[in-house]
Each structure stands twice: as C-alpha cells, then as structure tokens.
C-alpha cells in the first residue's frame, strides 16, 4: 500500500499514520510542541545541556540533557543509564506529567500499548549538528519501543536496517512529528543528518527521546 493509501485509512480528524516498515511508525503533526519547548527549557535550567565525550575522546555535536528516572550518559568509559547528572551529582529533573502522557499517547497510537517510559533523553541540534548512524540498545528490555518527538527545525532522519551496510531511506521530520518504533524495528540502524536551519524558520531542532531503560 502506499503512504497516501495509508493515510487515508485515517479520518480527516486524525492526524496521519504511517507505517514506514513493520513496527515502525511516523506520526505526522501529533503534537503541539510550544508546551513542550517551555518544559524542555525548565529541565535545562536544573540539568543543562552539555556536549557529551564519546570513546576516543571526541564531543557530540549534538548537546544533551535528560529528565526522568533514568539518564543516557556517554563518557570516554562508554555508554550508560544513570540515575544521577555526573556533572551535578543529583538526580536527574522529573519527568514532566505532560510529557509522560505524551509519550504513552503516541505508543498507544502505534499499537503499542502500556508504555512505561522511565528515561527521556533531550537532544538539541544547531546548525550543522548530526548524529551518526547508531542503534538503540542499551535499555534492558528491547521488547519496549522507543518514542521520539521532533520540535523546531525540520531534519533529516536517516533510517536504516538492522545491518549497518543496509540502505538508508532520508525521512524529513518536522515540528510535531513523532517517530514510534519497536517490535522488529526496534534494533534498526539511524542517524540524524547536519541540520540546515531553512531561512525565516526556527534555528534549533530539540528531540525527546522516551525510553524504559530499566
Ligand atoms: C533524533 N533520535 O531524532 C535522534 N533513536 O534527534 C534517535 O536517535 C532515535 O528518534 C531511537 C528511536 C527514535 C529516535
Ligand atoms: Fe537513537
């Protein structure tokens, strides 16, 4: 079927979704994120955004912070889930109710049910910022999906496979959309190309990533 055939599937009072490959879900204009861009700031100002270390020494252009039980750290020691900030050593900020129910209304959405996310890690992107081809493996129960909300400039999502030679399809997420995956999905390749900012239109781009981590 294709995507327009998909979409029609849906009411014209529902927002669009598409099934991009099995158990992977992109739902297009799901959310307002003006609420959510004010709560991003809130967990910034106690936990704030920093560019983390990677193996070999490098930083991230892509500078991160988290809210939630659980937090996703990179250092030069590797990756990990912590439930305090290393460069405060408190716990991360909670878990903004608004974003809790955000993230269990899209799961739902995209068939997956029962969504208990307990990590929200909180990517921000300017201009020329990306993030390499990488899978999401480090939560302990891969049988969770993972969901994932775009606000601000528009980006290129680069969706791979399950092997990293597999080829990739370019998927431009905008404002609002949100990204569901799991099941056979769930250990797919995916990056995030350098951000373009267009001309009049936002310069940032803020991901949320939820996650059961634990
Ligand atoms: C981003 N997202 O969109 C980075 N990972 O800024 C991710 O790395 C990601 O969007 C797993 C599931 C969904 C995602
Ligand atoms: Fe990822």
Redesign the pocket.
């Known amino acids: 079927m294709t995507e327009e055939a998909q979409q029609d599937l849906f009411g014209a009072d529902e927002p669009p979704r598409i099934e991009l490959a099995e158990g992977f879900f992109l739902l297009k204009a799901f959310v307002d994120t003006a609420p959510l861009l004010a709560q991003v700031q809130q967990v910034a100002a106690a936990a704030a955004f920093r560019h983390m270390q990677v193996g070999g020494g490098k930083q991230m252009s ?1 500078a991160m912070t988290n809210c939630g039980p659980w937090g996703w750290t990179s250092s030069t020691a590797g990756y990990r889930y912590s439930a305090t900030d290393p460069q405060t050593g408190r716990p991360w900020p909670a878990m903004p109710a608004r974003f809790m129910d955000l993230a269990q209304k899209a799961a739902s959405a995209a068939g997956f049910p029962g969504f208990e996310p307990d990590a929200c890690l909180i ?1 921000r ?1 300017a201009k020329g910022a990306s ?1 390499g081809l ?1 899978q ?1 493996r480090d939560e302990r129960d891969l049988g969770q999906p ?1 969901v ?1 909300v ?1 606000i601000g400039a528009e ?1 290129v ?1 680069q969706l791979g496979g399950l092997k990293r030679s597999e080829p990739l399809r370019q998927l431009p ?1 905008r404002d609002g959309d949100v ?1 569901v ?1 799991g099941g056979p999905s769930r250990l797919r390749f ?3 190309k350098a951000l373009k900012p267009l001309p009049g239109g936002p310069d940032t ?1 803020h ?1 949320l ?1 939820f996650r059961k981590a634990q």
């Open positions: 892509v990517n992107y993030l990488h999401d993972i994932s775009s980006a999502f997420l990204l995956w995916h990056g995030v781009r991901n990533t």
